[in-house]
């Protein structure tokens, strides 16, 4: 029996399997969107045990890590769809967030993260000086402010 086969649909077979498609992401999707004064970010992480993820900090760089365990290798399966193994994505974070105090929680297949904005980044108001008269005495000239006004930076 000739089989024929084509090198290229196996290339694009493996290369879906590996790294996904648009309807299908190998890897873990996610949202993420800003409410408030933090931004949330949520993964697709659906039958990975909480135990084997792992989130990790350094700098202004979060690393997201889970694993999906390999299946027992003397069942006949039927169909294997969903990836299996070690899963990583990072996210790199602008300086206006605060990563000292970034929460993550777990529910129902979702890993959620919160991250706040910094207080730095924060809108805030500054006091300007405003109308003040000079008097010179003995030499010194001294300023004495005669209102206050407040804007936003």
Same mark, same amino acid.
């Given at each position: ?6 090198? /290229?649909? &196996?290339?694009?077979? /493996? ?11 190998? %890897?873990?999707?996610?949202? %993420? ?9 949520? /993964?697709?992480?659906? *039958? ?12 202004? !760089? ?8 390999? #299946? ?19 996210? !790199?974070? *602008? ?14 297949? !979702?890993?959620? #993260?919160?991250?706040?904005? %910094? ?19 003995? *030499?010194?000239?001294?300023?004495? !402010? &005669? ?7």
């Amino acid at each position: 029996m000739l089989m024929r086969t084509d090198p /290229f649909r &196996e290339l694009d077979r /493996f290369a879906q399997q590996v790294f996904g498609t648009a309807a299908r992401p190998a %890897a873990m999707p996610m949202d %993420a969107w800003r409410q408030g004064d933090e931004f949330i970010v949520e /993964f697709d992480v659906p *039958g990975i045990n909480g135990d084997s993820l792992d989130i990790d900090i350094e700098r202004n !760089v979060v690393t997201v890590r889970a694993e999906r365990p390999t #299946l027992d290798p003397n069942q006949e399966m039927l169909a294997t769809e969903r990836p299996r193994g070690v899963f990583s994505r990072q996210l !790199v974070l *602008g300086d206006n967030l605060d990563t000292d105090r970034i929460q993550a929680s777990c529910t129902e297949g !979702v890993l959620r #993260l919160r991250i706040p904005v %910094a207080e730095k980044a924060k809108p805030r108001k500054i006091a300007i000086n405003r109308g003040g008269a000079h008097h010179v005495i003995d *030499g010194h000239v001294e300023n004495h !402010v &005669e209102q206050r006004g407040v804007i936003n930076a």
